[in-house]
């Protein structure tokens, strides 16, 4: 198994151009999210599903767009992205809500706004 | 809001020794787990050890076991034996039962082995 898959690793964009990180899994979970994480922070959360054609806000939502399709795929687009987006962004999924499940974090997308 | 508070932005501790990282936090629920991440240079977030509110006992997984302390809101956790591999950020991380995917982080810990 794959896990949580996610692409590109790396990514500089200019002011104002837009984007689609890309997160997929292969364990047919139905929880994924995404999260940012800044400098000397932990990571916050932007946007949750928790199952296909379910999507909900986290802490952090505002420039993002995320749906959910497939139970495999979480897209996460940057609509008009801003230096303040620079972050590493961080893909997981987990198999239900229940707070003792364990989540599977992809290896993160490092993203830079110039 | 729950907030997770880790207040050792560093710590360094020798090979073979014992260290304990603290954590606190905050929240008005009574059904919740914590968890401890470990982040290695590569990115990855691996998941260290997991405490559940409701019981009593100190999880324990090989070199890694926690303080939790329910009534202090309190959630250490100590490595015993550290080795270099141990060198990380790790992070202390809230979440409450059937509350979609939401993982609260505290601000993590930068935990230096020297040799």
């Known amino acids: 198994n794959a896990g949580v898959t996610q692409t590109p690793k790396f990514q500089v964009l200019k002011t104002g151009q837009s984007m689609t990180l890309q997160c997929a899994q292969d364990?047919?979970?139905?929880?994924m999210s995404w999260y940012r994480q800044d400098p000397g922070m932990g990571l916050r959360l932007i946007h949750y599903?928790?199952?296909?054609?379910?999507?909900d806000q986290g802490e952090v939502p505002n420039g993002y767009n995320v749906s959910r399709s497939t139970t495999e795929d979480f897209p996460l687009r940057l609509l008009s992205a801003a230096p303040s987006q620079t972050s590493v962004y961080f893909c997981?999924?987990?198999?239900?809500?229940?707070?003792?499940?364990?989540?599977?974090f992809g290896d993160g997308t490092r993203l830079s706004i110039l | 809001a729950q907030t997770v508070t880790q207040s050792q932005p560093e710590m360094s501790v020798q090979e073979a020794e014992t260290v304990t990282l603290s954590c606190t936090y905050d929240?008005?629920?009574?059904?919740?787990?914590l968890f401890w991440y470990k982040q290695p240079p590569s990115r990855q977030m691996i998941l260290v050890i997991r405490?559940?509110?409701?019981?009593?006992q100190n999880a324990t997984e090989n070199r890694f076991s926690v303080n939790f302390q329910k009534a202090a809101k309190s959630f250490s956790l100590k490595i015993s034996d550290s080795q270099l591999g141990d060198a990380a950020m790790y992070f202390c991380?809230?979440?409450?039962?059937?509350?979609?995917?939401?993982?609260?982080f505290g601000g993590g810990t930068r935990l230096m082995v020297k040799p």
């Open positions: 997981a999924s987990s198999y239900s809500g229940q707070g003792k499940q364990p989540q599977h």
């Open positions: 364990m047919n979970h139905e929880y």
């Open positions: 599903s928790v199952g296909a054609g379910i999507t």
């Open positions: 929240t008005s629920e009574s059904d919740y787990y």
């Open positions: 405490q559940e509110a409701y019981k009593q």
């Open positions: 991380a809230y979440r409450i039962d059937n509350a979609g995917n939401m993982l609260t």
